[in-house]
């Protein structure tokens, strides 16, 4: 059974950075593309970043692209999100994402979902 557990999330002001980590217990990580996905209020969950399995390729979605980098640590299981030059439209639940092979860039293609951590930014 695979479990993944986010924390890092909290207030921060707009043009602030904050970090969210997500650990992966119950199988190999490393055989497993990451990636983190938000769902901000009344709107639908959608893609913010992914990373392959070895770390060689990530992907981001437009809107957070330049600003928020993602990046894993094979040997502590964890994957992290670091976001800096945050606004008010980032406000949202970060859900971490996982998918046995390649990088999980749609919901479809993710096999296990963590619980969500939130993230707030005030303007």
């Known amino acids: 059974q695979v479990q993944l557990v986010e924390s890092g999330g909290g207030l921060v002001q707009a043009g602030g950075s904050l970090r969210v980590s997500c650990a992966l217990s119950?199988?190999?990580?490393?055989?497993?593309?990451m990636g983190w996905f938000r769902q901000a209020p009344g709107k639908e969950r959608e893609f913010v970043a992914a990373?392959?399995?070895?770390?060689?390729?990530?992907h981001y979605a437009d809107s957070v692209k330049g600003r928020f980098t993602i990046s894993r640590d094979n040997a502590k299981n964890a994957v992290y999100l670091q976001m800096n030059s945050l606004t008010p439209a980032d406000t949202a639940v970060y859900y971490c994402?996982?998918?046995?092979?390649?990088?999980?860039?749609?919901?479809?293609?993710?096999?296990?979902w963590g619980q969500g951590t939130q993230v707030t930014v005030s303007s």
């Open positions: 119950g199988r190999t990580f490393s055989r497993y593309g």
């Open positions: 990373i392959s399995w070895s770390g060689g390729s990530t």
């Open positions: 994402a996982a998918n046995r092979g390649g990088m999980p860039t749609t919901q479809a293609m993710v096999s296990y």
